[in-house]
């Protein structure tokens, strides 16, 4: 029942060696979520054992560059690689154009669909849902139109105490019915309640993806006590003007939102490459933000599952 | 005087971590020019230490992904490290709706201009010249229009052997008209002949590029003599019958025309992932032409002056 994250690139754009433009991946229960798509995004997914195959989900902040342009090498790898499922682009309407021209000149053969999936969202709106998981979009403050996503692991059936079905000797329909939530009237007159008789396993887990933007107010609410705050950091407090100036965040912006959020996790990335070394980004951020985490391309964030019993 | 050929990837469609896709710098004197540009090519430049912004032309053999989707990055970066020079970009004229998409969606700010340069030849024709080299394109036989290119250094100019401006005390203005090529008359009556007083300093040097092409007869005849055959060789002999379908070559058959260019030297890439092991390709090469050598992104290959005197 994983829920973990890796990033595959955390410059911002310009990329460097160990540093690709934005791509990350979130894995929820080894369902694959691609977020964002930079230039070597396919390569790095090799590198970290991705596979290029599993993701039939792709969320794009923004139409820049360092956000999209690894999309046109994976979708052509997937057709090579014999692709046949549609894939779905969750992607602002200025994908849309983009899309088309690759498609035309790139597309010859694809076997499979690119269905885009417009995303154009005024406030926090769910996009994506299925039976664990249920994504949201909402508006980032940048330069062009942007979108942060919130992935929120759906309540987790219920399971029926072990010691409940010897003591009542629990038919399997029985056990069935009280983990739908349903009583259970029996025909000696017992009457079962599902509510005492069973428990949510575990916690929900839930990843917000906030990259790129500037700081705003209702940002913290969109991403509220969220188990691991991705945000983005391009530049440290030496650069608050450029940051304001280019709609960016400083390392100190990322942990205010984090805290006020009341995030459990900070990690950020999306570093501006005049920075030689990236410690300076997660000193700042600690000072604010205790739990934070400088990202680097491969490391895994695991959120663990918190039992309930 | 270098003149010199870095593979920056060698794989075919599909990229490996160790294997990006096509792209390639020649090093002429110290002026570079990126042949093919793969998704990651910029990255693999930083990787290299080889400077972007001293790119001015790139010559680009057709319009698959994998020898394309590298130029998206490496302009936008070129633009955000404050390029204002214009770049050169040869290639078939498929190109031209590609880059006028790119830019009409990622071009703005840019302070510069890409400049197509349509590559459409039937015979081997030259379409770029410089003081020190010329470039010439040639048709290569691939499933879409596809071209080869070959770098000729130029005859460099003429020395005047040290001993005769001794013995002849020969005045600066001398020495000029005799490297030009002119013959002096002195007033006294001396005539001195360039022919006898001077010497070509080193032989000129040869590069060709044949990517992505199934053998015919006539590529020999384009490349004949070169000093560094760069040939794909996609598939081993164990996919004779794939090679053919799909337009590519095998390492024999890349080691073959190399023989019978009389090619000094042959370099295969463009290796196809579904080979763990690229020794086998050379080692089938060799069995044909002795000095073939395997393309590993980063190695050089220099071809060192041959001083005629």
């Known amino acids: ?92 309407k200025g994908f849309a154009p983009v899309l088309k021209s690759f498609l035309k000149y790139f597309g010859d053969g694809f076997k499979y669909n690119v269905i885009h999936k417009i995303v154009d969202v005024r406030e926090k709106e769910v996009i994506f849902s299925t039976r664990t998981i249920e994504v949201s979009a909402f508006p ?70 906030c990259s790129d933007t500037a700081p705003f107010t209702k940002l913290k609410e969109y991403i509220r006590g969220v188990d691991i705050l991705y945000h983005e950091a391009t530049f440290a407090s030496d650069h608050t003007a450029m940051a304001a100036e280019t709609m960016h965040s400083t390392a100190g912006d990322a942990a205010r939102t984090a805290l006020e959020a009341e995030a459990k996790m900070l990690i950020i990335g999306h570093f501006s490459s005049r920075y030689r070394d990236t410690n300076i980004f997660g000193e700042e951020a600690k000072k604010i933000f205790k739990n934070s985490h400088v990202a680097e391309q491969g490391t895994k964030f695991d959120v663990p599952i918190e039992k309930n019993r």
Chains 1, 2 share one sequence.
Do not use: W
């Open 140 to 209: 980032l403050n940048h330069r062009i139109d942007c979108y942060g996503y919130f992935f929120a692991e759906k309540e987790p059936k219920l399971n029926v105490f072990k010691d409940m079905i010897a003591m009542y000797s629990l038919s399997l329909s029985e056990i069935a019915r009280l983990k739908n939530g349903e009583d259970v009237a029996r025909d000696s007159g017992e009457y079962l309640k599902s509510e005492r008789l069973t428990y949510r396993p575990y916690k929900p887990r839930s990843f917000a993806y």
């Open 1 to 92: 029942m994983k829920f973990s994250f890796t990033s595959l690139g955390c410059s911002s754009a310009l990329p460097t060696v160990n540093n690709y433009p934005s791509a990350h991946v979130l894995n929820v229960h080894e369902r694959l979520f691609l977020i964002d798509c930079g230039e070597g995004c396919q390569i790095q997914m090799r590198r970290y054992g991705i596979s290029i195959l599993k993701i039939d989900h792709v969320f794009i902040s923004h139409i820049h560059g360092d956000h999209i342009f690894g999309i046109y090498g994976l979708l052509s790898t997937m057709s090579m690689l014999g692709r046949i499922a549609d894939i779905f682009i969750y992607a602002p």
